[in-house]
């Protein structure tokens, strides 16, 4: 079956920018789609970052999307997250999640175990 | 503020029937897009529990339904059992935002 893991730092520093990858076994990214990144500050509810296609396509969560890039790895089955000019507000565990979508209809399924990142000086 | 709107807490004995709502609005529920639910338990990632309003994934216990009227969505439990005592989302899609993803706040469920 799919099952996606997260990997990168725990700490990133205010200002700095932060980097994940989601590693995916059981299925090709290249078979198709939707790959994204959702994250919960510690306490509080989800927040969509954004997702990609196979092919490189994507989109953004408008309030994210000037900090944001999301990039995919067919070769190494992988799919990153850069966000960048953190503060502490953006501390919170990052989970990446197969990003299905039908039409606009659209969920998550399955989802990584999630990672928590830390930011502070 | 979440642009779908759920209770923070809900709570039931076990055995008993619960549901949870997930209020939305014109451009997201009311417009007809789909609605989606998640079951967090404690310490770990959210799981898809329904998708499409009403479809549950396999391994799903039929305990668990959903459904959709108006600009608002329902989560039903039945039989409840202490394992499911864990946080529970709603998400649809937005055409007013630009954003293809909006979440609710999420409801904690607690089994007395």
């Known amino acids: 079956q799919v099952q996606l893991q997260e990997s990168g730092p725990g700490l990133v520093k205010p200002s700095e920018t932060l980097s994940l990858t989601c590693a995916v076994s059981?299925?090709?990214?290249?078979?198709?789609?939707?790959w994204g990144w959702i994250r919960q500050p510690p306490g509080k509810g989800l927040e969509w970052i954004g997702s990609i296609y196979h092919s490189g396509s994507t989109y953004y969560n408008p309030s994210l999307k000037s900090r944001v890039t999301i990039s995919v790895d067919t070769s190494k089955n992988q799919f990153s997250l850069k966000l960048s000019s953190v503060t502490a507000a953006d501390t919170a565990v990052y989970y990446c999640?197969?990003?299905?979508?039908?039409?606009?209809?659209?969920?998550?399924?399955?989802w990584g175990q999630g990672t928590l990142v830390t930011v502070s000086s | 503020q979440s642009v779908l709107t759920q209770p923070p807490s809900v709570s039931g004995a076990p055995g008993q029937r619960v549901t949870i709502s997930c209020t939305g609005s014109s451009s997201n529920i009311g417009a007809g897009y789909d609605v989606h639910w998640y079951q967090q338990l404690p310490g770990t990632a959210p799981k898809l529990l329904i998708y499409?309003?009403?479809n549950r994934p396999s391994g799903v216990p039929d305990r668990f339904s959903g459904s959709k009227s108006g600009t608002s969505a329902s989560l039903a439990i039945t039989g409840l059992q202490a394992e499911d005592e864990a946080d529970y989302y709603c998400q649809s899609y937005d055409s007013s935002l630009s954003a293809h993803v909006v979440f609710g706040g999420g409801t904690k469920l607690t089994v007395l």
């Open positions: 499409g309003n009403s």
């Open positions: 999640a197969r990003h299905i979508a039908v039409a606009v209809t659209n969920w998550f399924d399955p």
């Open positions: 059981g299925y090709s990214i290249s078979s198709g789609y939707y």
